[in-house]
């Protein structure tokens, strides 16, 4: 039952531990993941952030090559993404761009990309390096959609909602010591002058004793800051950056805020924003003290960034079908819909149970639901031996299961350890059931959610004789065949046992019988409040007993999924 809630997922992003953490629900928690496409070499967890599906994808390693194939290999498996997240860690200049007039940036705060640009792309000179700027050689600018999205961002009152939402979810994560998202101290927020070099790499600042003048900054002086959002460029490549003053030169060229290694990969690939933590200034005292605190504040920058997203998907819906029409016209609707689509087209009538009987209560004019184009091919289903071909053409007869093959579906599907013994009580039950995969499968589940019933089946052999009889009560007779008989028998038998389990459940699978299975939008169910009263009149007097709550609807689709 999981697939029904397949949505399209719409965001992705990376950075394993910190993001899965702010994950609101995981859709890998209800079932095996999702299919990727043949070839995909990815890793993903899915799950769900505000109002959107979002595919976590592991990295294998760093880098603007890493960063592309994953992102590649991604838009295969995923093609709906609206929108890539590249979350991590970066280094950072003092300010964001080259002069004190922008807000000065200390560690943990994070910086979200205005543009990318690849600083290590270019040519080398034998006296130095320089870099290509030609339109072709750049990397674009985001789409209008995202820079919407960021000049909103950009506006005091947003800005502080947005800081106001990190700090609630940096709190949360601070709750699990496994994720090391303590603010390291202020002490420890140390940038010196870009003329002061560390002498030894694979030694510390405190092995080293390293004493240099400090640049001083405001925002340490008094109480440890609280992580701020910044704007800016986002210099990307392949190389570490760990010089001050290569780092003050190309930040003096290039206005640039951060330097980070992935970003460059995936701007030209997916929809992107780079978000990344400040770890430290990009120069030679680089240290990793930092990156477990500054990977936890771009992680909370992805709940609190997508909550402020808004998707068009319940509004569209709310204004383009707000409105009840006749069954006449939704027919006239599709017909007019598709005569304007090119190809060829199959329609499948599936259970036309009456084409011989007019008068029956489930009887179904089809010829007035097929367009008139020979672009249109129809197959017909039925489960009743008395319905007459309605076409001039021999109809074609499924066969029922041979025996051995039902017992053996029976017991697969009931998880009998073995049918030692019980080939006698199993033979009954594929007969009564008329030897028809369906109400095979449907009682073999039932019976694998009943053990008293599992091990008593000539029990089980009763209890299906009383409901049959009560199946035959409800309805004429002249309208029950055998196929009909069994199904019915074994569907009510299970609806039954779900709704003594789970009522929930059965109010679920009455408002997925007037959907299609396919992209179900989860807001249907499960409103979320900043979206507001997103579904028509009808639709809510559909739902007029409340919307679900997640844990209660992840409940249901389990209970369904085991029947």
Request: proline share 6%.
């Amino acid at each position: 039952m999981r697939q029904v809630l397949k949505y399209p997922f719409d965001v992705w992003g990376y950075l394993a531990d910190a993001v899965a953490a702010v994950f609101e629900h995981h859709w890998d928690d209800d079932g095996p993941p999702y299919d990727k496409a043949p070839g995909d070499p990815n890793a993903y967890s899915t799950g769900v952030v505000g109002r959107h599906n979002v595919v976590l994808a592991h990295m294998p390693g760093m880098g603007t090559v890493n960063a592309a194939a994953v992102a590649s290999s991604c838009r295969t498996s995923f093609p709906n993404i609206k929108l890539a997240l590249v979350v991590g860690i970066c280094g950072v200049a003092r300010f964001g761009g080259d002069n004190d007039r922008q807000p000065e940036i200390v560690l943990g705060d994070v910086v979200i990309s205005d543009a990318v640009i690849q600083y290590d792309l270019g040519r080398q000179q034998p006296d130095r390096f320089v870099r290509k700027f030609t339109l072709l050689d750049s990397l674009g600018r985001p789409n209008m959609e995202i820079r919407a999205l960021l000049a909103k961002l950009k506006v005091l009152r947003d800005r502080r909602a947005l800081k106001a939402k990190m700090v609630n979810y940096l709190d949360k994560l601070r709750a699990d010591p496994d994720l090391h998202a303590e603010y390291p101290g202020i002490q420890h927020d140390r940038l010196f002058e870009a003329s002061y070099s560390h002498t030894r790499d694979q030694a510390s600042c405190n092995e080293l004793g390293c004493d240099g003048d400090l640049v001083p900054r405001t925002r340490l002086a008094g109480d440890p800051p609280q992580p701020e959002v910044h704007f800016g460029l986002i210099a990307s490549g392949n190389t570490v950056m760990k010089s001050g003053a290569h780092r003050d030169a190309i930040v003096a060229d290039e206005h640039v805020a951060a330097f980070e290694m992935e970003g460059a990969g995936v701007w030209d690939i997916l929809p992107c924003l780079v978000m990344k933590g400040a770890c430290d200034y990009a120069d030679s005292h680089k240290n990793k003290k930092w990156q477990h605190y500054a990977a936890a504040t771009a992680a909370t920058c992805i709940p609190a960034f997508l909550h402020s997203c808004t998707t068009g998907l319940p509004l569209r819906y709310q204004i383009t079908h707000s409105q009840a029409v006749s069954p006449e016209e939704a027919v006239q609707s599709v017909h007019s819909w598709l005569l304007g689509k090119p190809g060829t087209w199959l329609f499948i009538f599936d259970g036309a149970d009456e084409l011989d009987n007019a008068d029956g209560p489930n009887f179904v004019d089809i010829p007035e639901y097929i367009p008139g184009s020979p672009r249109v091919h129809v197959l017909v289903t039925s489960s009743s031996s008395t319905t007459q071909d309605p076409s001039t053409f021999d109809g074609v007869h499924v066969r029922e299961l041979e025996e051995p093959q039902a017992i053996e579906l029976f017991a697969k599907c009931a998880k009998l350890a073995s049918a030692e013994g019980l080939y006698d009580s199993l033979k009954v039950i594929v007969q009564k059931l008329g030897y028809l995969a369906l109400a095979i499968t449907i009682a073999g589940a039932y019976l694998s959610q009943t053990p008293t019933l599992a091990s008593n089946l000539p029990q089980f052999i009763l209890e299906y004789d009383r409901r049959r009889r009560d199946v035959l009560d409800k309805l004429p007779r002249k309208f029950v065949d055998q196929y009909t008989e069994s199904v019915m028998t074994i569907w009510e038998m299970s609806y039954a046992a779900v709704n003594r389990q789970s009522p929930e459940a059965c109010r679920l699978l009455t408002l997925l019988a007037f959907l299609d299975y396919e992209d179900i939008y989860l807001g249907l169910f499960v409103p979320n409040p900043a979206i507001g009263a997103i579904c028509s009149p009808s639709w809510s007097s559909v739902i007029q007993d409340g919307p679900f709550d997640l844990v209660t609807l992840r409940n249901s689709l389990a209970t369904l999924e085991r029947y």
